[in-house]
Structures are given as structure tokens and as C-alpha cells.
């Protein structure tokens, strides 16, 4: 069960970072 919770958490990080990475690309294209 554990290892469920580790997995969503890097799923969760992972987001995270796709999601900023896509926000620096808004800003830039502006």
C-alpha cells in the first residue's frame, strides 16, 4: 500500500513540473 502512496506522490510532482514548464512556455510565447 505504501508503494501505491509513493507512486501518487511522484504522479503528483510529476504534474507539477509538466504544469510549470508548460506555464514558462505561455509566458514566453507572449
Not at 8 to 19: C, K, N, Q, S
Request: hydrophobic content about 50%.
Amino acid at each position: 500500500m505504501q508503494n501505491a502512496q509513493i507512486r501518487l506522490l511522484d504522479i503528483i510532482a510529476y504534474e507539477r513540473v509538466v504544469f510549470s514548464e508548460i506555464q514558462l512556455l505561455n509566458n514566453c510565447a507572449k
